[in-house]
Structures are given as structure tokens and as C-alpha cells.
């Protein structure tokens, strides 16, 4: 497991709160399973008005994380602003710009994450787009792997991936499967259309419920004996195959 920095989480419920209240952007909630009292359903009905995704745990996972009087919650607070999906798509048409992001499906490694924020920087791309659960932390540790691009790379949260292809679609934006199962190459592709790229978890892939709604799937030639890539590598040379289209 990934060690977390402790400046990248905040435990007790008044001062969660007082955070939220203060505009502080909560990655994840972890509230303890059988706690319910009510400051507790203060703290669930805000996040539940704000669409921040809670996770119950039982304690013992909460202790793993501190020995502190945690008080049944702990949030890890994001070292990013998330930013709106629909406008950023807004502001690339609004430039004159082919919309340009990377989905990312179950990529929950720290340092792909923040390899993956870095070159898609250098590449122009529009933003990144995770899942509210089942994401890299965005903290320290993600800020430093990205060598500081998360401050310049927006960030969208997910809470429907299925349904964020479904309206990134319905926008007229190709979503490209990046998968080793696929039939054609990346070097097949048309990538000067808007397109998002889906990139999958390195232990099994994009999951299936999120490919056959693709428009299309992609793989990178593999001819060694080893037939997969670091998932963070493969999205930087599929992300520059994207730039490589759109500068002839």
C-alpha cells in the first residue's frame, strides 16, 4: 500500500467539517461504519450536498491510518481544485482547440498518476479525468511525482464513468480504449477529432462495462516477450501519437 503524507489528511469530525465549510477540497471520506450520532450526520448530510464521495470503513482501518482520536472520520484533503468536465470541454471549443483528455479507469498508483499528470502537461492535454472512487490520492506525493504539473493539469472527478463516456459521446468526443486486446494499433487511429483516451489499471485492464461503450479501442505494437507496458508509459506514448496527428 502506499504510504500517505500526514499533512494529507485531516481526522475528527468538527474539524472535517470546518474544512469542507472552508472550501478545502476533500479527495476522499472515510467515516467509520457504525458511527451515528449527530455531528456525524452533519458531516454525511454535507457531503452528500456536495457530491463528495464517503466510504464506510470499519475501524481498524481508520487506526491503520492514525492512532489519533479520529473520532470514526478521517478525510484526505486534495492537493487540486477539481474542475468542471463540461467546462473545460467549453473552453477548448471556446479556443479553437480539439478537445484533448485522458480517462483513467482504476489507476490507483501514486507515482503513475503523477507521471501521467506530468506528461500530459508537456502534451497540451485538456484534463485528466478520474473516478470518485478507486483513484490515485491526489496529496504530496502526487504533487511531487508530477514535478508540480497538477498545478497547471485540471483535474475532473467522476462519480459515473459509464455515464461520462455516455455525455463525453454525445459531446462528439471519441473515447479511444487504449487496451492490448484491441485489434488496430494506435498508429491506425484518427486522432485529430476530439477524443479522450481510456487508460485501464496495469493489473486487469479497462473494466468491460466501460469498453463496449467506446467508440473505438487501441493498442500499442508490442513485439518483445514481455507484452505489457508501465501504464504510465503507455499513455505517454499514445498521448504524444495524439500530439504527433494534430502537428502535421
Not at 473494466?207 to 501504464?231: F, H, M, R, W
Amino acid at each position: 500500500m502506499q504510504s500517505k503524507s500526514s499533512s494529507d489528511f485531516i481526522y475528527g469530525t468538527r474539524a472535517i467539517i470546518e474544512a469542507i465549510e472552508s472550501g478545502k477540497e476533500v479527495d476522499k471520506l472515510f467515516v467509520q461504519k457504525d458511527v451515528k450520532n449527530e455531528l456525524s450526520s452533519e458531516l454525511l448530510k454535507l457531503c452528500r450536498d456536495l457530491s463528495i464521495p464517503v466510504q464506510r470503513v470499519p475501524i481498524e482501518k481508520l487506526n491503520r491510518i492514525t492512532r489519533k482520536n479520529h473520532q470514526g472520520a478521517i478525510a484526505y484533503i486534495s492537493s487540486v481544485v477539481f474542475a468542471s468536465l463540461e467546462n473545460l470541454i467549453s473552453e477548448a471549443y471556446q479556443k479553437g482547440e480539439t478537445p484533448f483528455f485522458i480517462m483513467l479507469d482504476r489507476i490507483t498508483d501514486v507515482r503513475n498518476f503523477g507521471a501521467i499528470a506530468r506528461t500530459a502537461e508537456c502534451a497540451g492535454v485538456h484534463g485528466i479525468i478520474v473516478p470518485s472512487r478507486g483513484a490515485a490520492q491526489i496529496g504530496s506525493d502526487a504533487m511531487k511525482t508530477s514535478a508540480g504539473a497538477l498545478n497547471h493539469m485540471p483535474v475532473c472527478r467522476a462519480e459515473n464513468l459509464k455515464l461520462t463516456i455516455k455525455n463525453l459521446r454525445e459531446n462528439g468526443i471519441q473515447v479511444i480504449a487504449c487496451s492490448e486486446k484491441a485489434t488496430d494499433t494506435i498508429y491506425q487511429m484518427d486522432f485529430s477529432v476530439p477524443v479522450v483516451l481510456l487508460m485501464g489499471s496495469e493489473e486487469d485492464g479497462i473494466s468491460a462495462e466501460y469498453l463496449k461503450l467506446c467508440d473505438d479501442q487501441a493498442k500499442l505494437p508490442i513485439t518483445g516477450k514481455i507484452q505489457s507496458l508501465n501504464v504510465s508509459v503507455a499513455t505517454g506514448i499514445i498521448t504524444y501519437e495524439v500530439v504527433r496527428q494534430r502537428s502535421k
